[in-house]
């Protein structure tokens, strides 16, 4: 399999999935602005979205949209346990918060990074991601991790997203649930391995 990246962007979830997964796989980094990789391959060709995260499977189909592709990269290790099986109760759970960070907090975050967003709108947003993140240092209370005992696909997704805090003006330290979260996050092996890869460990530290 192989990986198509952009440093820090939402890929850094399936990427640190495929580690956590313990199976083989390709990077290929992705110029956003110029839509080419660095290999000088038309990404477009790849993934007509023109977006990260994409990954090309072993059959040589591609796989797009970072909620699928987690689940399905946590299906081909289900002995790790990154996702419930499929049809539980506790899978639907799973796909939930995946949607819940995908819909609630990754787009939002996107209108702060985009230059053409009035100041005026950033804050609001800022604020609607504030009430996000309200909820979701409630729901983590005590737990380690958003499904309980054990990290799970969406704590990558969540992990990502929370990072961004530090370019978009959100203090994540407002939130000491979700500070001691990522800093939890960061301290697996396989999270900071994704980190190295991506040459983003000098960026968590600050």
Request: aromatic share 10%; charged share 25%.
């Amino acid at each position: 399999m192989k990986l198509y990246y952009s440093p820090g962007a939402c890929s850094l979830s399936p990427h640190i999935v495929l580690r956590e997964a313990g199976l083989a796989f390709e990077l290929e980094k992705v110029n956003l602005k110029t839509k080419q990789t660095e290999t000088g391959a038309d990404f477009r060709a790849v993934n007509p979205k023109g977006y990260v995260p994409a990954l090309r499977l072993d059959d040589g189909s591609v796989l797009t949209e970072g909620p699928a592709v987690v689940q399905y990269i946590a299906d081909l290790a289900p002995e790790r346990g990154l996702a419930p099986a499929a049809g539980t109760l506790a899978r639907y759970r799973l796909m939930e918060w995946l949607n819940f960070i995908s819909t609630e907090l990754h787009k939002a975050f996107g209108a702060l990074f985009n230059p053409l967003t009035p100041e005026d709108w950033k804050t609001f947003v800022r604020g609607l991601i504030g009430q996000r993140l309200d909820y979701i240092a409630g729901q983590l209370g005590e737990r380690p991790y958003l499904m309980g005992e054990t990290f799970t696909v969406p704590d990558a997704y969540l992990f990502t997203i929370l990072r961004w805090g530090k370019w978009t003006d959100i203090d994540i330290g407002r939130w000491p649930v979700l500070k001691t979260y990522v800093e939890r996050i960061a301290a697996r092996p396989a999270v900071h391995a994704a980190l190295a890869a991506e040459r983003l460990l000098q960026e968590q530290e600050k």
